[in-house]
C-alpha cells in the first residue's frame, strides 16, 4: 500500500551500533513536512494499510513510529519513537516527565504495563488540604511542586521493549534528538494552547523557550529547537531510564520541585531511584454487539478506564440500547447533517454512565492500597451485578440525574465516595505491526503543561522537560463528614486513579485482534473511547467514521453534549426527560486501528480525532 503521509523516503535500518553519536544515521531517519495546522474540526480522510500501521496525535509523531516500522522496529519500538516525538512537538500532553498505561498484545497474551506516577514518600492523606483544613483550590494545587508525582514513562517503555523490542533501545531516539536539535515547526495547536496558558510564563525556563521577549507565545509556523531536551534523550538512549531517575538529570528533577517559591514539593532522589513499572493483569470482559462475540481488555486499576467502559457497555446491553441505530440530523459539525445518536439512546447510554461513574468514585484506587468491592475488580463487571443495575433505568422514564452506587460482590467496602474533581491532559497511541503486535498507549502529564515546571535536565541548554501534576488525581478531600476515607486519597507511593482507557479488542471465537484504540480527554476519555467502540462493534461504522460522531456523556451529573453538533429537538427531548443538558467543547483526540477486509484480503482501517492534529500511516 502507499504510504499515507506526504514525507520523504521511507526509513531502512543500518548498521545496528550501541553508539548514540550518530544515531540518526543508524535509522535512516529523516525529517518529515511540518504537521498541518490545526483549527477546531478538521475532517480526516481516514486510512487503509495492509502490513502495518500507527496512530498518534501529531504527524511528526505518526511519523517517526513509522519510520521505525519501517525499518523492521516492533510496535513496542514504534511507540518508544512516537513517545519521544510527542514529549518534544506536544509538550503539553505528555512527555518524560509524566506516566502511562500500556496494553500490548503478541497475538496470544495481553499484558498491562502500568507506568503511572506515585506519591512521594514524603507525601500524606492532607498534601492538598490547607492550613485551615480545607481543600486547596485546584490549580493552587496544580501549579508548582507539590503536585509533582514520581514520573514513570520511560521506565515502563524500557521494560517493555525489553521484552518485546527488535531494534536496538539507542536508535529509537534518533528522531526526537534530530527533531530536537534541528528545531520543528510550531503547530497551530501548541501556538493555541500558549496563547491561553495562564501560568506557564512563571517558570523562568518555560517562559524562554515557549515565549518570546515581549512575552507572546512562538508563533504556529515558526522553527522551535529544544538542545536540552535532545541532550537528556541521548542520555536516556545510552544510559536507559537510570539517566532520567538517578544522576544529574534526576538531582535537576528534584531541585525543580523542591525549590519552588510559593507551591514546593515533596519528591526525592529516592522516589526516582526507587519507582518500579507494574505489570499488572489486564482487565477483560465478553462483550455482545450485532450478533457477534467479542472480548475487550483494558488497564485495571489504578485506571478506571476498562471498568467503566465495561459497565456502561454491560448496562446498555440489558437495555434495548442495541434496537436503536444511529438517527440522520445535525450531527455535522455547526449544524450540518451528519449521523448522530437519538435522544432515546443518548438516555440509556447517559444513564448507564451515571450508575458506572458512581461505582467509579465509590471504589476505585490504586490496587496496593485499595481492597476491591467482593476481593475482585471483576464483581463490578459481573453479568448478574450489571443486570441489577440496569433495572434502575427508566427506559421511557425520566433520568435519575445523580446515581447511587451499588453494592457488587458479597462484602461492601466501607469507602466514601469522592467529591466530583477536574480531569485533564494525555495523548494516546495505537500501532500494529508486521509481525502480529499490537498496543494501546495512553500517555500523559495530566493538565495542559502539567505543574507549569520545565527542567533543562542540569543540562544548561534552553528547553528541557514539563513535569506532571498527576498527584492531583487524587482526591484532595481524604475522607467524608462521618471519618469514611476515600479510596483514591493522597498515600505515600500511591498510584493516583485514572481514566485513561488504552483498549485492545479481539473477536471472542478465533482471539484475533479486532481494534486497537483510546484517547485523552480526562474523565471524558471513558466517554470518547465507549463512543468509538460502540460505532464500530455496535452500529458497523468505520474507525473514522465512528471517532468523527459528536461527542456526549455523563459523570453522574449533568447529561454533556458537544457544542452544535446535536440538533434542537434532541436537546428538547433530553430535556422534557428531566436531563440537565449542557453543550460543551469535547475536544477528545481518539486514535483507533480496527481490522478489516477487502476483496478477501486482510486490511488495517484507521481513524484518527478531526478535533486534534493526530494521523494515521502504515504500509
Known amino acids: 500500500m502507499q504510504r499515507l503521509l506526504t514525507s520523504v523516503a521511507v526509513a531502512t535500518l543500518l548498521t545496528a551500533c550501541s553508539s548514540v553519536s550518530n544515531l540518526s544515521s543508524q535509522v535512516g531517519y529523516t525529517v518529515p513536512p511540518p504537521p498541518e495546522s490545526v483549527s477546531g474540526f478538521n475532517p480526516k480522510p481516514g486510512w487503509t494499510t495492509t502490513k502495518f500501521a500507527v496512530a498518534a496525535a501529531n504527524p511528526l509523531a505518526t511519523d517517526a513510529g513509522y519510520q521505525i516500522l519501517k525499518a523492521g522496529g516492533s510496535a513496542i519500538d514504534a511507540a518508544i519513537a512516537v513517545q519521544m516525538v510527542l514529549a518534544l512537538v506536544e509538550p503539553q500532553s505528555s512527555g518524560l516527565g509524566g506516566g502511562a498505561f500500556l496494553l500490548h498484545s503478541n497475538g496470544s497474551v495481553v499484558?498491562?504495563?502500568?507506568?503511572?506516577?506515585?506519591?512521594?514518600?514524603?507525601?500524606?492523606?492532607?498534601?492538598?488540604?490547607?492550613?485551615?483544613?480545607?481543600?486547596?483550590?485546584?490549580?493552587?494545587?496544580?501549579?508548582?511542586?507539590?503536585?509533582?508525582?514520581?514520573?514513570?514513562?520511560?521506565?515502563?517503555?524500557?521494560?517493555?521493549?525489553?521484552?518485546?523490542?527488535?531494534?536496538?533501545?539507542?536508535?529509537?531516539?534518533?528522531?526526537?534528538?534530530?527533531?530536537?536539535?534541528?528545531?520543528?515547526?510550531?503547530?497551530?495547536?501548541?501556538?493555541a494552547l500558549l496563547k491561553d496558558e495562564k501560568y506557564l510564563k512563571n517558570d523562568r525556563t518555560a517562559a524562554a523557550y515557549f515565549y518570546t521577549a515581549d512575552g507572546t507565545p512562538v508563533s504556529a509556523g515558526s522553527t522551535l529547537r529544544n538542545p536540552a531536551l535532545a541532550d537528556v534523550l541521548r542520555q536516556i538512549a545510552s544510559q536507559g531510564a537510570n539517566a532520567l531517575l538517578a544522576g544529574p538529570v534526576a538531582e535537576a528533577i528534584v531541585r525543580k520541585v523542591q525549590t519552588h517559591p510559593t507551591n514546593p514539593g515533596r519528591l526525592a532522589l529516592s522516589d526516582l531511584a526507587n519507582y518500579q513499572v507494574k505489570k499488572r493483569d489486564p482487565i477483560c470482559f465478553d462483550y455482545s454487539a450485532a450478533g457477534k462475540a467479542y472480548r475487550i481488555c483494558g488497564m485495571p486499576p489504578p485506571s478506571s478506564g476498562a471498568i467503566t467502559i465495561g459497565q456502561i457497555l454491560g448496562i446498555l446491553n440489558n437495555t434495548p440500547a442495541a434496537t436503536l441505530s444511529l438517527a440522520s440530523g445535525m450531527g455535522g459539525v455547526s449544524g450540518t447533517v451528519a449521523p448522530a445518536p437519538s435522544a432515546d439512546w443518548l438516555h440509556l447510554y447517559t444513564e448507564a454512565s451515571r450508575l458506572a461513574f458512581a461505582d467509579r468514585n465509590q471504589y476505585l484506587g490504586d490496587p496496593d492500597f485499595v481492597e476491591p468491592p467482593g476481593g475482585t475488580w471483576m464483581s463490578l463487571l459481573d453479568p448478574g451485578y450489571l443486570s441489577q443495575r440496569a433495572k434502575l433505568i427508566q427506559v421511557n422514564g425520566p433520568s435519575m440525574k445523580t446515581a447511587k452506587p451499588g453494592v457488587p460482590g458479597a462484602v461492601k467496602i466501607a469507602y466514601a465516595s469522592m467529591p466530583d474533581q477536574p480531569e485533564h491532559g494525555t495523548s494516546h497511541i495505537s500501532i500494529v505491526d508486521s509481525y502480529g503486535n499490537a498496543i494501546a498507549m495512553t500517555t500523559t502529564i495530566e493538565d495542559q503543561f502539567g505543574a507549569r515546571l520545565m527542567t533543562d535536565g542540569g543540562t544548561?541548554?534552553?528547553?528541557?522537560?514539563?513535569?506532571?501534576?498527576?498527584?492531583?488525581?487524587?482526591?484532595?478531600?481524604?475522607?467524608?463528614?462521618?471519618?469514611?476515607?476515600?479510596?483514591?486519597?493522597?498515600?505515600?507511593?500511591?498510584?493516583?486513579?485514572?481514566?485513561?482507557?488504552?483498549?485492545?479488542?479481539?473477536?471472542?471465537?478465533?482471539?484475533?485482534?479486532?481494534?486497537?484504540?483510546?484517547?485523552?480527554?480526562?474523565?471524558?476519555?471513558?466517554?470518547?473511547?465507549?463512543?468509538?467502540?460502540?460505532?464500530?462493534?455496535?452500529w458497523g461504522l468505520l474507525p473514522q467514521q465512528a471517532i468523527d460522531l459528536p461527542n456526549f456523556g455523563s459523570l453522574n451529573g449533568p447529561t454533556l453534549l458537544e457544542e452544535n453538533r446535536f440538533a434542537p429537538a434532541t436537546l428538547e427531548a433530553l430535556k422534557t426527560r428531566g436531563h440537565e443538558v449542557r453543550e460543551m467543547t469535547m475536544t477528545s483526540g481518539l486514535q483507533a486501528i480496527v481490522r478489516g477486509q477487502a476483496h478477501g484480503m486482510p486490511l488495517w482501517l484507521g481513524g484518527a480525532d478531526p478535533r486534534r492534529e493526530g494521523v494515521v500511516m502504515g504500509d
Open 111 to 191: 499484558e498491562a504495563f502500568d507506568g503511572r506516577e506515585t506519591a512521594p514518600a514524603a507525601a500524606d492523606e492532607n498534601l492538598f488540604m490547607d492550613a485551615e483544613g480545607k481543600p486547596m483550590s485546584f490549580y493552587d494545587g496544580v501549579v508548582g511542586g507539590r503536585s509533582v508525582g514520581t514520573p514513570g514513562t520511560v521506565r515502563m517503555l524500557e521494560l517493555a521493549h525489553k521484552q518485546y523490542g527488535k531494534l536496538p533501545w539507542s536508535q529509537l531516539f534518533a528522531p526526537a534528538i534530530e527533531l530536537a536539535e534541528g528545531g520543528f515547526k510550531v503547530s497551530t495547536r501548541l501556538n
Open 460 to 538: 544548561g541548554k534552553a528547553g528541557g522537560f514539563l513535569l506532571n501534576n498527576e498527584l492531583t488525581d487524587f482526591s484532595f478531600v481524604p475522607k467524608n463528614a462521618e471519618g469514611q476515607p476515600v479510596a483514591n486519597r493522597v498515600q505515600a507511593g500511591k498510584r493516583p486513579l485514572s481514566s485513561m482507557a488504552p483498549t485492545l479488542v479481539f473477536d471472542k471465537n478465533t482471539g484475533q485482534l479486532v481494534m486497537s484504540g483510546g484517547s485523552p480527554g480526562g474523565q471524558l476519555i471513558i466517554h470518547f473511547t465507549a463512543k468509538t467502540l460502540y460505532g464500530v462493534l455496535n
